[in-house]
């Protein structure tokens, strides 16, 4: 087993008023440990979880363990925590056996987190891993409102947001490296990305989720109680989530430059179009217009128009997300299966899939794979994709 999750439990919630360890705080009928916990099992790879828990209330903590995780329970293991944050992270990471290289730190007050985020950085670690290239990442969302600094009761100036995040958790790191950083830490910091930066190491950050929020204060607990009640609920008047299936072909051309899932891929053959032939892009497009009930990707930009000579991918999944927004309807994810036996995409999956979350404005999974040999993408001369998508009413 290669992969680890530290789940920091551990923390007081003196600011949530409730009187008892924040993580054993009910939202809407089920512990927020347990909320916590419960999409770390249904990951597609066998994942150690560690909880970091109050030293008062491990058996607890083991009983709301074994509870979420059933049969998967051998691949779990409770310890108790530090005096702080700081000291229960290390306490986690104390334990991982030397099997495991890549390690997500993450903190159960954001118990709404949905799996596809941790899946995220996973990916984003192991990518750089195997790049040679030690990184680690945080989940972020851009800062909309409006920043200011002050001085005292004083505002001083408003503060450029454009080069501002919000960072979530979990935050992902190759493990050794993250092992020294605590090692040689001199302070404190408010998370793992600030421990790993102070000790040298570079950080990067992929989309993250809006449910991600953590819990501080009362408000926040109601607000979570409310999305879980939602999310049972659902709309008032909303149908069913709507999924829809794109495909696309293009035969290679080597007098074309290789865009791909909106990446290029120099030294490649491209494939031949209208536009920039991004068979993985155009695939996204008709899944979008297919779960909506809004046709194709032929019948609502045309296959000759003049104005989309040479568009790249990103043209046609940005007009799909709006015709759909027309309908009121949001996109909840897409998946994309690439076929072909080059470009390799293993190396680059992960930031074509950030690349394409970026435009779709939801999460997006890639996979790839060959037809040993058979067929036209098994004789080199093009290259397939095959995309689903989810959609529901706003």
């Not at 596809?116 to 989940?139: I, L, N, W």
């Not at 001083?156 to 979990?170: D, F, H, I, K």
């Not at 999956?349 to 060959?370: N, W, Y």
């Amino acid at each position: 087993m290669d992969r680890a999750v530290v789940v920091v439990a551990a923390g007081s919630g003196t600011r949530l008023g409730i009187g008892t360890a924040k993580a054993f705080v009910p939202v809407a009928g089920s512990l927020m440990l347990a909320r916590a916990l419960e999409p770390l099992f249904t990951l597609p790879s066998p994942t150690l979880v560690v909880v970091v828990a109050p030293a008062s209330l491990l058996d607890e903590c083991r009983d709301v363990v074994a509870s979420v995780a059933g049969a998967a329970v051998e691949y779990t293991a409770v310890v108790p925590g530090g005096t702080d944050r700081h000291g229960s992270v290390e306490a986690g990471l104390a334990v991982l056996p030397h099997s495991v290289t890549s390690v997500l730190v993450h903190d159960a007050a954001r118990c709404l987190t949905p799996a596809a985020q941790f899946t995220r950085v996973f990916d984003a670690v192991s990518a750089s891993t195997a790049a040679g290239s030690p990184v680690g990442f945080v989940p972020a969302l851009p800062v909309t409102d409006t920043v200011k600094r002050v001085d005292g009761d004083v505002v001083v100036e408003t503060v450029e947001r454009s080069a501002l995040v919000g960072v979530q958790t979990p935050q992902g790191f190759p493990l050794a490296a993250l092992r020294r950083a605590y090692a040689v830490a001199e302070r404190a910091e408010t998370d793992d990305a600030g421990v790993f930066q102070a000790a040298g190491g570079m950080v990067r950050f992929v989309p993250g989720d809006a449910d991600a929020f953590k819990i501080t204060t009362p408000w926040d607990l109601g607000r979570a109680e409310s999305i879980v009640r939602s999310r049972a609920a659902g709309p008032a008047g909303a149908v069913s989530p709507r999924v829809g299936l794109g495909v696309d072909v293009h035969a290679f051309d080597d007098a074309s430059p290789c865009r791909v899932g909106l990446l290029d891929f120099p030294g490649e053959p491209g494939l031949s179009g209208h536009s920039d032939g991004d068979a993985v892009a155009h695939a996204v497009c008709d899944a979008l217009l297919s779960a909506g009930g809004l046709g194709d990707i032929g019948g609502r930009f045309g296959t000759s128009d003049p104005a989309y000579a040479g568009a790249s991918g990103d043209v046609f999944i940005r007009g799909a997300v709006s015709a759909l927004a027309g309908a009121g309807l949001t996109v909840t994810s897409v998946t994309v299966q690439v076929i072909a036996n080059r470009p390799r995409i293993g190396t680059r999956r992960s930031e074509m899939q950030d690349a394409l979350a970026a435009v779709v404005g939801a999460p997006v999974a890639v996979s790839g794979t060959t037809t040993d040999g058979l067929g036209f993408t098994g004789r080199g001369e093009g290259l397939a994709a095959i995309a689903t998508a989810i959609v529901r009413s706003v």
